[in-house]
Structures are given as C-alpha cells and as structure tokens.
C-alpha cells in the first residue's frame, strides 16, 4: 500500500469518529451563569483534530520502518502542514468565543470580528441560516451577532431572549422565535444533525421544566 493510502486509511477513521461523537455530546455542557462558550469537549476536539492528524502521520512513518519515496514526500509535508491549518481556525473558534448575557444585554466576543454588544430591546431580527447553521441577531444599528447551537450556555439565553426582545420582533420572525424556543428546551444540538424545520422540530421537543414557552406579558 502507498504511504499516502496507509496515512488516510489509518488517520481518518480515527479523527472522524472522534469529531463526530464530540460535537453531538457537548453542546449540552455546563457554562457558567450568563456566559457563552463552546464546551470543554468542543474545545478538545480542536486540539486533536490540530495536534492528532501530524502525530498519527509521524507515527506511521516510524512504523513502516522505511525512508520516505521521493514520490510521498510531497504528499507527506502537505498532510503533516494542512491539517493543522485546516484545524487552526476551528482552534480559534472553539478558545476565543466567549459571549455573555444578562436581562438588559447580550455581549458578543468573537475571533473575527471586534467585540460589541446589544440590547435586547434593540434587537431588530432573527434569521435562522440552516446552512451555516447558526442564529443571527440583528441590531437596528445594522450589526449582526452568530449564535451557533453548538455553544454551551444555550437554555438560559433562550429564556433571556423569549423574555425580553420585542414581542413584534418574536412575531415577525416566526422561525427565529422557534429556534430560541429550541435553545431555552435544551435541545440546540438537534439543529446540527436534522434537516426539519425548526418549527417540526419544535413540536417534537418536550420543554424543559422552567424554560420559557412565549414572552411574558
């Protein structure tokens, strides 16, 4: 077998398994009280998928017991460089995301874009992107802040938001609403892993105990 061919068939089915079982169970991790922040899971995950992929690689390089070909060597530097750049953002995100809430005001802290907040009552709407999965507040300044489902701290901002952004705003963003009805459920992963529509997602969801079902008053 190539070295490129035992490097894939050996690397892959160890990351890939990893990447997903982390993802699924650790967007329901603890955060602390009116914080945001992707899990220690999550951030884990990060790590591996940086540091795994080189050493699995140098590993094998040691197990066959032989000199690189003249021909995998190309391919050997650019598996034992890309990895960690392909990785390396994921890394930022996972470390450096890092948003906080209370009943007045959502803080957003992000490694790509400088940190800013908003008050709920100025929260203009919500916009759910299936694709990039992840919740857009719009400000009525015009500034937009991405929740992804996969930060811990969900249920509780759910509650906060369900509890104080503007009723007409609630109403005119129907799917927006359902999706903070999702997150104050305690059930944000779903919305990685199935195509449903928010709203069908919904209706299958038992709320949690305490969460916030429409805006008080």
Sequence with gaps: MEFNELAI???VPLVVPLMVGLARGSGLSAAKPGELRYSRGLRWLGLSLFALPPLGLLAILVFVSQPLRPEDRAPFVAM???FPLLAAPLVLEFFRVRHRFDDARFSFRSPWSKHRDVAWTDVASLKWRKFMKSLDLKS???QTFRISPLVAGLPA??????????AAVLTAYPEGRAILQIMSAGAAGKLMFDDATPERLLAAI???????TRRNG
Excluded at 157 to 166: E, Q, S, V
Excluded at 206 to 212: D, Y
């Design 80 to 82: 034992l460089i890309g």
């Design 140 to 142: 009525n300044g015009g």
């Design 206 to 212: 038992t709320p949690r105990p305490g969460a916030v």
């Design 9 to 11: 068939a050996i690397v």
């Design 157 to 166: 901002f759910g509650d906060m938001a369900l509890a104080h952004i503007p």
